[in-house]
C-alpha cells in the first residue's frame, strides 16, 4: 500500500502500533491507491514526508478577489506553508437550494489561487464556522426548517449539514483540488469547537459528533479531517486545539499529531468594545513554546483578518473591521513588525525541521523557570529550543557546555543545538506606523427616511412579534406601530405631568417615536444584546402614534442554541402616569413593516438613487439617507472612509454595501499607553481606543471603485451626525522606528571564549513604502532611550550625534541601514552601561 510504504519513509522513529495504523488507515483512506497525505503520531504525512507545517487563516468574503493573490503571496512571503479557511454556508447558499460561488464567494478561484503560489489549505468546512459571522455561518432559513434543532442529534439539521458539506466536497474533487487530484487540500475539518457544547449537551450531543465524523470520513476526501476544541473527536479524526497558548496540549490519541488549528494573533472588535493587540513576541514565545513540544502544525488565526463587509458580522455588534491585529492588516498591509517577526521564527523553525520531525524532544531543566527541549536524531540532526518562562528577568543559562542570555518570557531557537538563529523576544524587523491622510471630502444631498414606517407592505397583528422571524435577517430594520387613545381628561394634559413608556427589548437597539417626534435611542452590547427604553412621551388628546424602529446588529454566531435567541421587541410596552394608572400596550394590534422605505427603494443603487429627489444636508438629522458622487483617489494605496462626523447606520459605494458604520458607539475597556509583552496574555491585556469610536475608518477596496468616472457613494444615517466631515482617506506608512541593542547578546563557549563567534554588530534597517522617501528623523537616541514607537523619549544617557548618523545615512533615501555601534554616534556616551539605538524615521 503506497501510504504504509509512506509511512516507513517518514518513520524514522518508533511507529504507532501497527494495529491502530491499519484501523485509521482503512476508515480514512478506502482508496488508497490515490491517496497521499495521512499522519502519524508527529505530523501531518504528505507525499510520504512528515511536515512541520505553517499555516495562516485568510477568509475569502473577508477581501476582494482584487486583493486574493497579493494577500497569499504575503503569507508566502512570510513563511507560511498552508492557507486556512472556513467556508462560508449562508454567502454559498442565500436560499435554499441556490447557490452562489461568485466575487468574494468564489471559494475555487481563491483555493486555486493558493494552488497557483505553491501552498495547501486547510479548508474548514463546517458548515457551523463560528468566525464571528452572521449566524456562525448557516444561512437564517435554515432555522426555518420545520422541527430543527442545530448542532444536535436532529435529523433534519444532520440532513441539512451533510447536504451543504458533500455539495463542497464534491466541487472540491470536480475541480481536482485535493492533493491527491495535484490540487493544494491536505486537510478538511468537520464541526467546528464542538467540545465545550458536546459537554453540557449529554448523549444526543455526542451521537451527533459521532455522526459528524462518520459523515464526513464517509465522504472520501482522501485527506485527514480535523475537529477543533472536541478532545473526544472520533478516530481518525484529529483533534486539535485553539487558544493564545496550546503548548498544554496534547491530542487524545498517540497516533495523532499535535496541531493547533487556532493561534489568536490578536482578538476581534466589537462595536462598544475596544482595540485588541498581541505583541508579537508573545506570540512568536507561544509559537515556539507549541514546537518545543512536538507540535507540528500552527495555524495562525488570522494571518489577514480582512473585512465583515455588507451585513455579515456577527455578533451581535461584531464591527465591521476584523483587523484581528494579524501580521497582514485589514487592508492587506504588512502589520510590522509583526509580520516580519514571525517570518524570522517560521525561518528558524523550518532549520529545525529535519530534527523535529525525526523524534519526540526530551526535556532538561536548566534553571527554575528555564528549561530546554531537544531534539536530537539518530541520523544526526539535533535542534534545541531554550526557554526562559520568568516574564520579569534576563536568565543566563549553561546548555551543552555553552552559555546563553534569554530575555523574560522568551525562546531561543538553536537549529544545530549550538547557534541561537532566533530568539522570540529580540524584534530585528522595524515598526512600521499607518498614517490615514485626506484624499477627498464630497457633496452631499440628503433624503428623508420618514420617521412613521411604509405603510405599504405592512400589516397588523395582535401582540408583539420577534424580529428575525419577521425579517428573516433580509434588513436590520423592523417598525413597530400602535395607537393609543387619550381622553380630554387626562390629568397630564393640565399639569404637564407627561406619562413614561416603558418598551423592553431583546435586542440589538431601537430608536423610539411619538407622533411622529423621535424620543429616544437605546442599544445593547456584546456582553448584553437585550436593552429598556425608558422616557416621556409628550402624548396629546385623541390619537397618537408610538413607532419604535428595531434594529438589528448582526445575528449571534456563538452559544448555546444560538440560532433560538431572539430580537426585536417583545415586550412589556406600557405607559405610566395615565389616569387608569398604567397602560400594557404590549397586546394591541401592532402594525408591522420590514425594512425601510430607502431599502424598498434601493437608494444604495445607482438606479434607486436617481428614482427619488434629493434635498440640501442639514446635519444632525435621524434616519436620513446621504448620497454623493466622487472621482476615486489616484494612486493604489488602500482606502479608507472616515466615518468619525457620523452615528450609526450603513455605507454603500457603487451600490456595493462597505458594512455597518458605528463610529458614535465609544469604546470601553481598559486601556494603557503601553503594553508589555511579557507575561500571560489574554484578550483584555493590550487594548486601545477607550473612549473613542471602536472603528472609525470603514476600508474602501479599491476595485470597488471605478477609476476614471464618477462613483456613487450612499449613506444611511440613524443617529444623525454631519456627512460633510465624511472624508475618504488613503492608508500609507507614517513613520517606521528601530529599537536595537548595541549588542545581541549570544552565545559563546565556556570553555574557548576565543573562538567564540564575535557578536554579531547588530544593524537597524529602515524603509519606507516603495515610491515614499524617509523625509526626516523624528527621533534618534544611541544610549538609553525609552518608549516606544511614536513615542520614544531620551534617557539619561544619549549620544549627542544620535540624529546626525541618522539624517546623513537615511534621509532622502527610501530605506537605509545604520549600525547599531557606539563609533557610528561619535562615541560611547556611557561607558560600562548596556545601550541602544531607538530610531524613528518620518516617511513622506
Ligand atoms: C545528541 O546526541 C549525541 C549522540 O548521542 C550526543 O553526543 C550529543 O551530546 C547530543 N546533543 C545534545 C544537544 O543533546
Ligand atoms: C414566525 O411567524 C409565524 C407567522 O407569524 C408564526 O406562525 C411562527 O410561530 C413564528 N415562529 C417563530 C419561531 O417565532
Ligand atoms: C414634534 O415635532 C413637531 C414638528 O416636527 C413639532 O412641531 C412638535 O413641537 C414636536 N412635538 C414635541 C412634543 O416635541
Ligand atoms: C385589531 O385589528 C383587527 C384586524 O387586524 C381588528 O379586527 C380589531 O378590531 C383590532 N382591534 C382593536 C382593539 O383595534
Ligand atoms: C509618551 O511617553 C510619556 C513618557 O515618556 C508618557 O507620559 C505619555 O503618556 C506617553 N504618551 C502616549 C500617547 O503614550
Known sequence: MGTTAGMRRAGTVRPPPLQLVHLWILLLLPAPATAAVTYDHKAVVINGQRRILISGSIHYPRSVPEMWPDLIQKAKDGGLDVIQTYVFWNGHEPTPGNYYFEERYDLVRFLKLVKAAGLYVHLRIGPYVCAEWNFGGFPVWLKYVPGIRFRTDNEPFKAAMEKFTEKIVHMMKAEKLFEWQGGPIILAQIENEFGPLEYNGGAPARAYANWAAKMAVGLNTGVPWVMCKQDDAPDPVINSCNGFYCDYFTPNQPYKPTMWTEAWTGWFTAFGGTVPHRPVEDLAFSVARFIQKGGSFVNYYMYHGGTNFGRTAGGPFIATSYDYDAPIDEYGLLRQPKWGHLRDLHRAIKLCEPALISGDPARISLGNHQEAHVFNSTEGSCAAFLANYDSNSY?????????????????????????AVFNTARVSFQTTLMKMTSAGAYEWTSFSEESTSLDSGSFTTTGLLEQVNMTRDSTDYLWYSTYVDIGQDEEFLMNGKYPSLTAM????????????????TVYGGVENPKLTYTGTAKLRAGSNKISILSVAVGLPNVGEHFETWNAGVLGPVVLDGLNEGQRDLTWQNWTYTVGLKG??????????SSSVEW???????????????FSAPPGDDPLALDMGSMGKGQVWINGLSIGRHWPGYKAHGSCSSSCSY????NENKCQSNCGEPSQRWYHVPRSWLNPTGRNLMVVFEEWGGDPVGITMVRRTVGSVCADISEWQPSNWRIEDPGRAEAPRRPKARLGCSPGQKISAIRFASFGTPQGFCGNFSQGSCHAHRSYDAL??????RERCTVGVAADVFGGDPCPGIMKKLAVEAICG
Do not use: R
Not at 505 to 520: I, K, W, Y
Not at 807 to 812: D, E, F, I, L, R
Open 599 to 608: 431599502e424598498a427603494l434601493e437608494l444604495h443603487s445607482l438606479s434607486g
Open 807 to 812: 539624517k546623513m545615512n537615511c534621509v532622502g
Open 615 to 629: 434635498a440640501d444636508v442639514y446635519p444632525n438629522q435621524p434616519l436620513t439617507w446621504y448620497k454623493a458622487l
Open 505 to 520: 427589548s431583546a435586542g440589538h437597539s431601537l430608536h423610539v417615536f411619538v407622533n411622529g417626534n423621535l424620543t429616544g
Open 395 to 419: 536568565a543566563k543559562v549553561e546548555f551543552d557546555g555553552v552559555h546563553y542570555d534569554l530575555p523574560p518570557w522568551s525562546i531561543s531557537v538553536l537549529p544545530d543545538c549550538k547557534n
Open 678 to 681: 511579557a507575561g500571560e496574555y
